[in-house]
């Protein structure tokens, strides 16, 4: 059992006893997890190449079920639902639980209609009320100041840290309760860097996140909490200075200290 | 010899003969091409779009009715098996993806697309043109669309598995419903491919005479009604071409020169798009 320490009263998602099989897979990718995500805080999830991060992470909004023959078991509890539940409603799920991928996926139109998607998906029909959400996420994003002369220009002209602040603006304009980044930064240079992580602890006040990173020094500076993984299970979850400085678990001690991974 | 300089002498053997070759290719093309450009331009005037066949000998005789007849089974193979390529190829990319019922389509397809378009024309009279009692235009329009349909699957379905699917992921995780992830984010993507492929399947079935001679056969005088026997400029051409009479010959010629320009025109509107795409 994982060693869990210090997380707070409020939680936004519970994991309870999760286990996930790729398809085609014999044994679990991700053995009886437990661990809780704290509500308004950023959480971040760390450890060797292939440990399940990735895995963890898309089954919080259920991307898993995109490709046919994976499992789950156990149950991961958000507004007192376990979104594992085969009668979940994905397509609200989802609009609650956005995602930021690796790579900066900008759709194949202007700019604006990127931001304006998830709100045209969610009914949001008025002119006005569109383009004043767009602008609002824009700016939210740090990026209304580039991109506000050339709204209608392709998304695509724009480099690839804009675009990765774009897709930001794109997933907090429907105002989700969750967002979830999966190495938002490990294709973008360190000035972008800089600025997608100055972005993400600026949001936690709206939104609570989940962070996988590979980078320890990006956990530290941005994540309240860190967990440790390993091989498909949870080592360990704490307060990130403490998990950083004084970590319970062995393992983890030698995986910060950069022993292994 | 050392071993270099045998080396250094294959080499150029090999580059001498593959240059002779792509010049000879390219000799026939351009003497092909001349001799339609110079022909067909000598037989082109204003009559032939004003004037239907006529006997051999008469001043006023054109290709007016297969003009306006390849113009309409074309439309009418467009108008069926563009539809049916392009949600077929969805069909594959989407949502068979690698199953076995895709695999198998996507293999049927291909053998389809190597069939001898004659094979097709005979299918098609057997199956339409027999049953009905008499050649239409419907029938060759039908022939030509099951040309197009394999060709155009196949390039929907190509171009749509060039989108990456994290763009899909994007847009799922944005809460949007599987059909308009499709409309809205993967089409958009696949545009100017899939479009060429369209493109590229209009020219090619444009340029068809077999699949014709037995389903909308040929007529030498104007008809809109494609429930009767039309006139195309493959047929039409093959029939003037292979006439003895010299004024029929030079028709034979402009249809020729005028289905070559056509074809040619949107080959090249076609390598454009992608060109654009590229360019992005
Ligand atoms: N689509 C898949 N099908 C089958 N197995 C998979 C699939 N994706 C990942 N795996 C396996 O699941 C395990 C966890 O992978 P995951 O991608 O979650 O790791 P990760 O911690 O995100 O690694 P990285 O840091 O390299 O991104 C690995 O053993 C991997 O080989
Ligand atoms: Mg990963």
Known sequence: MATIVNVPEEKILHVNHFEFTYAGSDTPNIKTLSMPIAKN????????????????????????????????????????????????????????????????????????????????????????????????????????????????????????????????????????????????????????????????????????????????????????????????????????????????????????????? | MTHTQKRIMTNNIVMVLSTLSALLGLGFLFWILGVLVFNGIEALNMNIFIYEGAPAGYEESGLKQALVGQLLIVLYATAVGVPLGVLSGTYLSEYGQSSKLSEVIRDISDIMMSAPSIVIGAFVYAIIVIPMGHFSGYAGAAALAIIMVPIILRTTDDMLQLVPSTLREAAFALGAPKYKVIIQVVYRGAKAGILTGILLAIARVAGETAPLLFTSFNDNFMNTDMNEAMASLTVTMYNYATSPYEDWQRLGWAAAFILSMFILGLNIIGRLFLLRKRGQ
Request: hydrophobic letters at 40%.
């Open chain 1, 41 to 261: 805080c950023i959480t971040a999830l760390i450890g060797p190449s292939g440990c399940g991060k990735t895995t963890l992470l898309r089954a919080f909004n259920r991307m898993h079920d995109l490709y046919p023959g994976n499992t789950y078991a156990g149950e991961i509890l958000f507004e007192g639902r376990n979104i594992l539940d085969t009668k979940e409603d994905l397509i609200a799920l989802r609009s609650k639980i956005g995602m930021i991928f690796q790579k900066p996926t900008a759709f194949p139109m202007s700019i604006f209609d990127n931001v304006a998607y998830g709100l045209r998906l969610q009914g949001i029909k008025n002119r006005s009320e569109v383009s004043d959400r767009v602008e609002k996420a824009l700016k939210d994003a740090a990026i209304w100041k580039e991109v506000n002369s050339r709204l209608k220009h392709d998304a695509n002209g724009l480099s690839g840290g804009q675009q990765q602040r774009l897709c930001i603006a794109r997933a907090i304009a429907v105002e989700p309760e969750i967002l979830l980044f999966d190495e938002p930064t490990s294709a973008l240079d360190p000035i972008s860097t800089q600025g997608i992580e100055i972005l993400v602890s600026e949001l936690k006040e709206r939104v609570s996140i989940v962070i996988v990173t590979h980078n320890m020094q990006q956990a530290a500076r941005v994540s309240d909490y860190t967990g440790f993984m390993y091989l498909g299970e949870l080592i360990e979850l704490g307060r990130t200075e403490e998990l950083f400085v004084t970590p319970k678990e062995k393992l983890t001690e030698e995986y910060i200290t950069g022993k292994f991974g």
